[in-house]
């Protein structure tokens, strides 16, 4: 069901902290917590003698005692103490611990084979660094569906015609031709709409007024991590191979779809913008737009969930799923291909 040998978004960095916080990823129990060097940790979040969650005890130093009688491990995983057995630590006193690391404001957990955790695999950000790039705060939506229904509604760029008409929409996005191209982890789905209004979400954003160019840029990469870019530009500069002009405004929405279970998905996101970098008006404004946006998708994937999980008639496809289509098929390749190996 899941792609375990690559990295999630566990949390934002800044919600670790010293104490002992219950999560779920991919239907495995996990504690987190920090180190008192700031170091992030991930463990089992089940005591080996009788499961109880290590989040119900106690964080010594940078160990973590249970809370029934007292076993103690490490940041690996390891018992390091056994309190009503003092002189002899159970072998087999283990839990497992996880890869984590802090980067581009988050923490990131490995749930696979940990000898093939590195670091250089993080889905890369470019320009996070640019002091010339703006950024929002971004936010986190645990949304009652499939990850998968996530993925597909962000490679859906005509969606935004019905579902986002106050922010996303605007001419074009309810029917001009869609681009589907396989990359090396995934697929994007693009089109170029010219010589049109811009939506409402971008108007106040340009730095140019009358009709756009506008490019709708949905990418996914494995296991499911999507960049959406828009990029505005005045009418007639725009289109695929053109040069950014100085009035260019690119926004670009990271979202990181971790799943908790199969009914459950967290979401986290934040926009990254080639302008303005202190604008903090820009940005709040920015990420109050993309919050209602995200919460129209959250209501209408949770009953799109149900409904295909209680279907009672077949469904059907339509040419604009091309995209999610040539996704899951990856995905799911990458799966079975992982699970052989690991078998």
């Known amino acids: ?158 969606h935004v015609a019905w579902v986002h008409v106050t922010s996303f929409a605007g001419g074009g996005t309810d029917g001009a031709p869609l681009q589907v191209e396989k990359t090396e982890q995934g697929v994007q789905v693009t089109r170029w709409i010219f010589g049109e209004p811009p939506s409402p979400y971008y108007e106040k954003l340009l730095a140019f007024d009358g009709p756009c160019d506008r490019l709708q840029h949905y990418e996914m990469t494995r296991p499911a991590m999507a960049t959406n870019m828009s990029i505005y530009t005045p009418s007639g500069t725009g289109g695929y191979g053109s040069t950014p002009v100085a009035e260019t405004f690119i926004n670009i929405s990271y979202n990181f779809m971790t799943p908790i279970a199969e009914d459950k998905t967290r979401y986290f996101w934040f926009q990254h913008r080639n302008s ?46 091309a995209g999610a289509k040539t996704f899951r098929l990856g995905l799911s390749k990458a799966i079975e291909a992982e699970a052989r190996h690991e078998g």
């Open 1 to 158: 069901m899941y792609l375990k040998n690559c990295w999630y978004v566990a949390a934002w960095s800044a919600d670790i902290d010293r104490t002992l916080r219950a999560e779920t990823f991919l239907g495995e129990n996990v504690v987190l917590y920090r180190k008192q060097d700031g170091t992030p940790v991930a463990l089992e979040d089940a005591c080996p003698h009788r499961k109880l969650p290590l989040s119900d005890g106690a964080l010594k130093g940078d160990t973590v005692e249970c809370g029934y009688h007292g076993l103690t491990f490490d940041c690996a995983g390891a018992c390091v103490a056994a309190p009503t057995q003092a002189d002899t630590i159970p072998r087999r006193a283990v839990v497992k611990s996880y890869p984590v690391v802090d980067r581009y404001r988050f923490t990131w957990i490995w749930m696979g084979d940990q000898e093939k955790a590195d670091p250089d695999l993080i889905f890369p950000i470019p320009n996070f660094d640019d002091p010339t790039w703006g950024k929002t705060d971004g936010g986190v939506l645990d949304i009652d569906c499939n990850y998968l229904w996530v993925v597909d509604n962000l490679l859906d760029p005509s």
């Open 276 to 321: 303005e970098p202190d604008n903090r008006e820009m940005s709040e404004v920015m990420n109050k737009g993309a919050v209602m946006a995200f919460h129209e998708d959250k209501a209408i994937l949770e009953k799109v969930h149900q409904g295909m999980k209680h279907a009672v008639t077949p469904h059907i496809d339509l040419g604009l799923d």
